[in-house]
C-alpha cells in the first residue's frame, strides 16, 4: 500500500467503519444503549488504528504477508483494548470478541473487493 492517496484512505476508511459498525454497533448494545454513543466510539476506534494500518505500517520495510499480520493484529487488540476502556461493563474478552469479528469482516470483505478489482 506504499504511496496511497488521502483520497483512497478515506474511501477505505468510510467503508471500513460501515462494516465494522455493523459488527460492533449491535454486539456493544448490552454495554451501552445509546446507539448515537456507540457509533460515535466505534468511528473513534477506527481513527485510532486505521490510519497506522494504511500509511505506517506499510512502511516499515516488512513483506507483505508480515505488513498484513502486523496491521491486523494492531487494529484487533488496539480496537479490542479500546472498546473495553470505553465499554468497562463490555468486559475485556467481550470488546475483544467484538473486534475480532469486526476486523475479520472487513478484512474479508477488503480481501474480495481487492480480489474483483472493486478498490
Known amino acids: 500500500m506504499t504511496g496511497v492517496t488521502v483520497g ?3 474511501e477505505a476508511f468510510v467503508l471500513t467503519y460501515v462494516i465494522e459498525a ?7 448494545r448490552a454495554a451501552d444503549p ?3 454513543r456507540r457509533a460515535a466510539l466505534c468511528w473513534f476506534a477506527q481513527l485510532v488504528t486505521h490510519p497506522a494500518v494504511w500509511f505506517i505500517i506499510p512502511r516499515l ?22 472498546y ?3 465499554f468497562p461493563s463490555a468486559g475485556l474478552r467481550h470488546a475483544i470478541l467484538v473486534s475480532i469479528a469486526a476486523n ?3 478484512f474479508s470483505v ?4 481487492r ?5
Open 22 to 28: 455493523a459488527i460492533a454497533l449491535p454486539m456493544l
Open 104 to 106: 475479520a469482516a472487513s
Open 61 to 82: 520495510g516488512l513483506s507483505d504477508p508480515v505488513t498484513v499480520v502486523v496491521a491486523e493484529i494492531w487494529a484487533l487488540v488496539l480496537e479490542g483494548v479500546f
Open 110 to 113: 477488503g480481501m474480495a473487493l
Open 115 to 119: 480480489a474483483f478489482h472493486v478498490m
Open 34 to 36: 445509546s446507539l448515537a
Open 84 to 86: 473495553a476502556l470505553v
Open 8 to 10: 483512497a484512505w478515506l
